[in-house]
């Protein structure tokens, strides 16, 4: 399994994954999503076009790479129809496309339940997306999910939606009094969605199990980061999968040792969307500025991201979860004036100091960063690809960071543009 790497958000999502995984999927043959719904949002930008995908792999836009979306992910069908339309008025290539008849189906009622709840919840809210990731995932659980290869067969697909239709206007209505929804209209927007991905769909894990038997060079790609694992992240403030490389087996359908080298994506400082535990956030200007700087608004949403101080503890924790043995650090550029900069290297929770993630709520409230001071940078660094040029006290940081998680840092981003890189060591080992 040498000829395969697995790609990992080592936060809260949002690390810059979208470049990296367009960054070397030219060197991949076959590039797989496991994980994950269009809650997802990987950006990537060539030579000033930019370009979002939700649900395919940025690997689609190198001619002649398999891109599977597998089995472990959720499909929005209609959404998915609208990113392939927009992809192909770029000049994308799709040919090399495949969606599993294994992944389930987000429905128009997913959305509705998953709205509807966050609402209840007012200020306890979760932070979701109003995707209905998390609630296509509970059919799935409870064995009651509609598959995209239930689209295919007319009869069970109308039995199929009728009666979890009935079953969640039910809720809808009569527990969150909103409107229920009509059968006859989401049946024809989930056929013609269907017709328009129908040439796609195929047996992914099948194709993806015989790339490896032919020692193909294969790319895991995650989404969002391992902070918001559905077991390992900050619960209940997570998303609904395995975002970690634990997801890979399952989600793409083959062996547990097929991972193959991971690396691992973290920003030069952290960021997270929504609600839920951020022990290193900055408040007020200095969060403002950083988020002013980084431009840290969502790609799927436009939500704004709240912005703070690298946590090693925090990656630490990933970096131990998923057997990350190489790192790439983006956004450096970012820090460029803002310093001096802080780095969590431990917390403090009633008096004694930690060096590991409490699994209870209360106790992320109770903990207290401890902070390492590192001086910081002067001018510009966006695009520099030669690491000689950056300045020695951003050498200082990027050596910092390594250190301490005990990994090297084989890339560093510096700017949106996939050749916007400095490659300081091996990264896949294809």
Known sequence: MSRTATIVGLQWGDEGKGKILDGLAGEAEVVVRY????????????????????????????????????????????????????????????????????AHCVLPYHRALDEAREQARGSAGIGTTKRGIGPCYADKASRTGIRVADLFDPPRFAELLRRNLDEKNAILVHLYRTKPLEFEPLLDEYRRAADAIAPYVDDTAALVQAALAQDKRVLFEGAQGVMLDLDHGTYPFVTSSSASSAGVAAGAGVAPDAAGRVLGVSKAYTTRVGSGPFPTELHGEPGERLRALGREYGATTGRPRRCGWLDLVQLGHAVRLTGTRALVLTKLDTLSGYGPLKVAVAYERGGRRIDTLPADARGWEELTPVYEELPGWEGDLVGTTDEA????????????????????????????????????????GF
């Open 35 to 102: 994980q994950g719904g269009g809650n997802a949002g990987h950006t990537v930008i060539v030579d000033g076009t930019k370009y979002v995908f939700h649900h395919v792999p940025t690997g689609i836009l190198y001619p002649g790479v398999l891109c599977a979306i597998g089995n472990g992910t959720v499909v929005d069908v209609p959404a998915l129809e609208v990113e392939l339309d927009e992809l192909r008025g770029q000049g994308v290539d799709l040919s090399g496309l495949r969606i599993s008849s294994r």
């Open 389 to 428: 040029k950056l300045p020695p006290t951003a050498r200082d940081y990027v050596r910092f960071v390594e250190e301490r998680l005990g990994i090297p840092a084989v890339l560093v981003s510096t700017g949106p543009d996939r050749r916007a890189l400095i490659q300081r060591g091996e990264v896949t």
